[in-house]
């Protein structure tokens, strides 16, 4: 079986592992650190019970003639036909064997116990509280005593007994505290562990004069113990909260050595039951004390340093510490066992007491601390780090603090301190960084004593060396502009009344006049100024915004006016360009309607989308549609160059490819040629024929059957783009009932995947749904855009 001792080695192996592998780089360490903790203290916990389980294991073993194996698995059979726990199964098997009674002496130990010279005190406990000691016990709490008494006897030093006691042998009641005491030649009672008491409770009660009169001296006096309930009446000094106690003293030989307490929180009576549990309870945890007494009361923590020192430290402020080295088989240092702890470390950091340095501050191994420790050791000269930025973790967070650090030997041991120190050090650097932040400075002057105080910020607002330090108070108007000193001089007067005042003045500094706003309060004696303090701030920067901010007001106030210019010139246009919304021209057999959508935004300027239609005299129909690039008033002239041109030609019968010839010719030829999209279209009713020409135009739709197909013939390139540039002319024959639909961009769902294909399927359901005239239920989606929409449609047969 792997002894507790064994397994808190292990553990302690594994964590001087991971130091090992450390690099200062690895910022989870510490949190590993703390989770191999977590586990050794389930190891802790797990062994309590083992000790127990070993003794049922060999009864069976030996009653039942078979190895330890077998009879575990006939004790987990019982276990669970009897519907027990284990633990508790084992209790009853030992319990059988070993009735719980209180001896009248403990017997003799055995040779190969027996304890050291030092320790040879045959301690144990004055029980008495129960008046029968063969009373036998309630089952639940014979089990309840065997589970302490084999979790007490696993425990490898007094804070894990006293933790037993509580978590076991009091089963964790509320406000549940243990505590051992140890009792010192001038009558002082000692605590030497506890557990369930805050640490700070702890600190406090770390040692207690014989004046007071407590439970613990009156039972070390008397040697016999006290019990506390609702029903008795008292007068002592309580150590520590707890309502109801019971305290037992702890006798070697004809000498009372020490006490153990046990406390509850809530108020309670006892009954016989309960004095007859807690003596024997006593009793086991004195067997168990007896082991450990030695080391626990050792007169000094460290060699050749008073335990008297540890109390001592709470009278230094800050964080102390009293360490012992602890060496390898080799000598070195591999650690230091914390012997003692001041009140500061108490209230931040726990009862650290008797725990290892690096387990509870693993971060001094990455930061080099622990290095610095091992080597004032060696050297035997102090150690101090003053001001040094360190990362460590505060209430589980982690966070850069800064301290200062020292350290000295004494005796055999080492006496160490730290202090954070992040905000005392750095309010002059705040405020330095708060006067460079906001250019301001102060200034203070006793014209009693003629002296002056300048701040860093104040040299470096009027541009004086710190070396030469401040001037007078008459000098320092020199600092001020020529024509501003006056003002200043008022100031000064106007302090004489005894209320602050304030002026805007201006600095003369080597980058030109700078403007300070100037706050001033005097100390007045007798009506006679005695200290006069300044306060300067830079307001250039206030300055230089309020300019922004009036340009910016003066340029937004231009750009309205030209706004307002801007509609009211398209607005005009519009009426110039477009007389009719919409266009309706027929002939025998034919029908061309088209549409000018203006945009509903009065800010959009006019984009030069047009249509137009023409009837000639041979009854055919002309039509255009285009798009001229740009917008206002180059928008309206290339409406006027493209849009009169092609209807003339158009009329004197010319295809509407030479059309788109002519057209690209003339604005080639001029110096500031728009470009533009556009389509021609000439219908021919007797014929049914329509003849078309597109220059960089959308595709057209045709309309036929309720379907929209996207008459995908060749278009040439841009107006204006290309000199000399030929277009083609393609035919397409109309049946009755056809539609040929030509529009321009403003129609159409940019957004869309395929905003010309979403187009088309618009087109073709409006269609099915009411013909032509649905087709004008198709407003453009973007009302900030202009389009055009024009349809040539062809009569169904009667």
Not at 294 to 299: P, Y
Not at 321 to 345: C, K, Q, S, W, Y
Request: with cysteine.
């Amino acid at each position: 079986m792997i002894s507790v001792s064994a397994l808190k080695t292990m553990g302690r192996v594994r964590i001087m592992a991971r130091h090992a592998e450390q690099r200062p780089g690895d910022a989870d360490w510490v949190a590993r650190v703390q989770r191999l903790e977590s586990e050794l203290s389930g190891l802790r916990r797990a062994m309590r019970t083992r000790g127990l389980i070993d003794q049922a294991k060999g009864l069976l073993a030996e009653r039942l003639g078979c190895d330890p194996e077998t009879a575990f698995k006939h004790l987990s059979v019982m276990s669970q036909r009897q519907n027990i726990s284990v633990v508790d199964l084992a209790a009853d098997l030992v319990g059988a064997t070993v009735p719980d009674t209180v001896p009248a002496q403990d017997p003799p130990t055995p040779p190969e116990l027996a304890l050291s010279q030092a320790a040879a005190v045959e301690l144990r406990t004055a029980a008495g509280l129960d008046h029968d000691p063969a009373r036998p016990l309630p089952q639940p709490r014979s089990r309840l005593l065997r589970r302490c008494t084999a979790a007490m006897d696993a425990a490898t030093d007094l804070s894990a007994l006293v933790e037993v006691l509580v978590e076991v042998g009091l089963e964790d009641p509320p406000g549940g505290v243990a505590a051992v005491f140890a009792a010192e030649t001038d009558g002082t009672v000692r605590l030497i562990a506890s557990h369930g008491w805050p640490a700070r409770v702890a600190g406090e009660w770390r040692r207690s004069p014989s004046s007071l009169n407590t439970m613990v001296g009156t039972a070390l006096r008397t040697g016999r113990p006290l019990l506390l309930d609702v029903r008795d009446p008292h007068d002592f000094v309580l150590i520590g909260p707890g309502a109801m106690r019971v305290v037992y003293p702890l006798t070697a030989g004809e000498h009372t050595v020490g006490a153990l307490a046990l406390l509850w929180g809530e108020p309670r009576e006892f009954t016989d039951t309960d004095r007859a549990y807690l003596d024997r309870l006593a009793v086991a945890a004195g067997r168990a004390l007896r082991r450990l007494w030695d080391d626990a009361t050792a007169d000094t923590g460290v060699a050749g340093i008073p335990v008297w020192l540890a109390t001592a430290l709470d009278v230094a402020g800050g964080h102390s510490h009293l360490l012992a080295p602890v060496h390898d088989e080799h000598g070195a240092i591999t650690d230091f066992t914390i012997t003692a702890a001041n009140r500061g470390v108490r209230q931040t950091d726990g009862d650290t007491v008797g725990r290892r340095l690096l387990d509870v501050y693993p971060g001094l191994r990455v930061n080099g601390v622990f290095d610095d420790y091992v080597r004032v050791l060696a050297q035997d000269a102090p150690f101090a780090r003053v001001g040094v930025a360190e990362d460590v973790f505060v209430n589980g967070k982690p966070r850069r603090v800064i301290l200062n650090r020292r350290a000295a030997r004494l005796g055999d041991g080492l006496l160490a301190s730290w202090e954070r120190i992040d905000d005392a050090v750095s309010n002059d650097e705040r405020i330095g960084r708060l006067e460079t932040l906001s250019r301001s400075g102060w200034a203070e002057w006793d014209l009693r004593a003629g002296d002056a105080v300048w701040s860093p910020g104040l040299y470096g607002l009027v541009g004086r060396d710190p070396a030469h330090g401040p001037t007078t108070l008459d000098k320092f108007a020199g600092f001020f502009a020529a024509a501003d000193r006056g003002l200043f001089r008022e100031l000064r007067a106007g302090l004489a009344k005894g209320r602050p005042d304030l002026a805007d003045l201006r600095l003369n500094t080597p980058n030109g006049p700078t403007p300070v706003r100037v706050f001033a309060e005097a100390d007045l004696v007798d009506g006679e100024v005695r200290l006069l303090r300044l306060v300067l701030h830079d307001v250039s920067e206030k300055y230089a915004a309020e300019d922004r901010s009036m340009r910016s007001e003066t340029v937004a106030a231009s750009r309205q006016i030209q706004l307002a210019a801007e509609q009211s010139l398209t607005a005009n246009l519009t009426r110039l360009l477009y007389p009719g919304r919409d266009l309706e021209l027929a002939t025998s057999g034919a029908r061309v309607t088209g549409r000018h959508y203006a945009a509903t935004s009065p800010r959009t300027q006019l984009r030069g989308d047009f249509c137009d239609a023409e009837r000639l005299d041979d009854g055919s129909l002309l039509f255009v549609i285009g798009d001229a690039f740009g917008t206002g008033l180059v928008a309206a002239a290339a409406v006027v160059r493209l849009r009169f041109p092609v209807v003339t030609l158009g009329a004197a019968g010319t295809a509407p490819a030479e059309i788109l010839r002519i057209v690209n010719g003339m604005i080639m030829q001029a110096p500031d040629g728009p470009l533009a999209s556009l389509l021609i279209g000439h219908y021919q009713p007797a014929g049914g024929i329509l003849h078309w020409a597109s220059a960089g135009h959308l595709q057209p739709l045709l309309v036929r059957d309720g379907a929209a197909h996207v008459v995908d013939d060749p278009a040439g390139p841009l107006l204006g783009l290309l000199e000399g540039q030929r277009f083609d002319t393609h035919t397409l024959h109309l049946r009755p009932g056809d539609t040929f639909v030509s529009f321009t961009d403003g129609v159409l769902h940019k957004r869309k995947r395929d905003p010309l294909a979403d187009f088309g399927k618009r087109v073709a359901a409006a269609h099915r749904a009411g013909g032509t005239q649905e087709l004008w239920q198709l407003t453009p989606p973007e009302r900030d855009d202009e389009a055009c929409l024009l349809i040539l449609d062809v009569p169904p047969a009667p």
